[in-house]
């Protein structure tokens, strides 16, 4: 229950405010920034760190272009779960739970705890190797000093909130600082920059595999099932005018903090193409890239690659939590204790370190796992949003249009037929399938019926058939002639 006289029960009577035409002004709308910005954390979170250091080192500025598309999908998304969030007043694994056959329930909920448990490996990983590589510890140890802060952090929770909104967004801070201090530091050459951002380009088949590896790195499994429950009362809302309302200016707050993590995506790239194209192009471990930092931008240049490093490892880490209490709740009902819940996907990553297995390969095969829960919450957000039981008058229309024209433009490049058949290493697996939900998006969302005519109204708890139809558009069931990009994706 929050206080009123609490921060973020302060935060709350604001945006009940502004929403009622009581207030007005820059001041009174922070008071709505927040989800957004913890999302963001997902899109810096270390995977980000070795797919952008690989693209810069290894091609130069010739793949900015595939940040700034992934930024904008990424945008869709997220704006599309905070909108389930905002206009239901529930999260998006409630609606699950409750539109949707019990056993396809559990089945999601069991592998959505799988990539969470995937998720924490990786962001222990990089807060680990980022105090490792500071201090000079062992691997182990910075496991454990990253355990200690995120718990602490977490702690912020029973406050309401927003104090648990303003810590991450203070280690965002840091990571822009960060970035912003290399990009000051390296000597970037912005025209070649520009002309990457705004002339695609694929040099050739392993330029391909780590554009799609980019945008792979993009929309997370828990990030979608999160942002739909930090907006779904967070504000009170007592009319369609004021979930309208919300729901434009949340728009706006995911389109500024995705913006800015794209910024910060964009520096890593530049940054790394700057120090290590021309001379260190074989760069592809966040460890070498230290190193290699040293010498060549100097020893405050390293620190604040380091610095951002941690920052990302423990933010994520913490959202990582976050999201895994809010798909445990939703699915089952049931809460765990903030100690045993740290726990349940804490173990795992320690488990990896104290085997003695490589970091950067855990780090690989989490991704892997992530690739396959990645369909759980997109397919179900994409089945939940256009059904009018739930969303009532805010089913997207022209959103949809924009999901169907990003799936025409990622088709050519996801069914590019020999550098395709290249991707079918494992490590390639997750590379390929936002392509393919994209272009699953376009059966879900693209029949629109006219302007004015009725909507069919789906059954509340379809057969689960109904439900994995959905995938016939990758799987090639139902006859459907699957397309290189889902053979790829869904190895059939």
Request: hydrophobic share 55%; charged share 10%.
């Amino acid at each position: 229950m929050i206080q009123e006289n609490s921060m973020s029960g302060r935060a709350r009577a604001t945006m009940s405010a502004v929403i009622g035409g009581e207030r007005r002004g820059p001041l009174a709308m922070l008071a709505f920034v927040g989800p957004a910005v913890i999302a963001s954390v997902a899109y810096m979170d270390p995977g980000n760190y070795a797919t952008n250091i690989q693209a810069g080192a290894g091609y130069g500025y010739a793949l900015l272009w595939v940040v700034l598309m992934a930024n904008l999908i990424a945008m869709l998304f997220q704006a599309l779960s905070a909108r389930l969030g905002i206009v239901t007043g529930r999260n998006l694994a409630e609606l699950s739970r409750d539109h949707l056959p019990r056993p396809l329930v559990l089945c999601m909920w069991a592998v959505s705890e799988v990539a969470a448990m995937a998720t924490d490996l990786a962001e222990f990983l990089g807060g680990a190797i980022g105090f490792s590589l500071l201090l000079g510890i062992p691997l182990l140890w910075g496991m454990a000093l990253t355990a200690v802060i995120t718990y602490a952090i977490l702690m912020f929770e029973a406050q309401g909130f927003r104090p648990m909104e303003l810590a991450i967004g203070s280690m965002v801070g840091v990571i822009g600082l960060s970035y912003l201090a290399e990009v000051l530091i390296a000597p970037i050459d912005w025209g070649q920059a520009v002309g990457g951002l705004t002339t695609p380009s694929l040099p050739d088949a392993g330029a391909l595999t780590i554009a799609v590896g980019i945008i792979g790195a993009t929309v997370m499994p828990h990030a979608i099932f999160l942002h739909s429950g930090l907006t779904q009362n967070r504000a009170i809302l007592g009319s369609d005018s004021d979930r309208r309302r919300m729901v434009r200016i949340s728009n706006i707050e995911v389109i500024v903090a995705l913006a800015g993590a794209g910024l910060i995506n964009m520096a890593m790239v530049m940054m790394a193409a700057s120090a290590f194209h021309n001379g260190h192009a074989e760069v592809a471990e966040i460890e070498t890239a230290y190193h290699t930092l040293t010498p060549l931008l100097g020893g405050f240049a390293a620190a604040a690659f380091l610095l951002s490093l941690i920052a990302s490892g423990i933010s994520s880490s913490v959202v990582g939590t976050m999201a895994g209490q809010m798909i445990m709740q939703g699915f089952l009902r049931i809460s765990l204790p903030l100690w045993l819940r740290r726990a349940v996907t804490m173990v795992p990553a320690f488990v990896v370190v104290a085997s003695g297995a490589n970091a950067t390969d855990a780090l690989v095969m989490s991704q892997v796992v992530l690739s396959i829960a990645l369909p759980v919450p997109m397919l179900a957000l994409l089945w939940l949003i256009r059904k009018p039981e739930v969303m009532g008058a805010f089913v997207p229309t022209r959103k949809v249009q924009a999901a169907a024209a990003l799936g025409r433009l990622c088709r050519p490049v996801a069914q590019h037929g020999p550098a395709a058949r290249r991707l079918r290493h494992r490590n390639a697996l997750p590379l390929l399938i936002p392509f393919t939900l994209v272009q699953i998006s376009r059966g879900v969302w693209g029949a629109e019926p006219p302007h004015g005519s009725p909507r069919p109204q789906p059954r509340r708890n379809p057969h689960p058939a109904c439900f994995l139809r959905l995938f016939g558009a990758a799987t090639g069931a139902d006859g459907i002639q699957p397309s290189p990009a889902a053979v790829v994706s869904f190895g059939v």
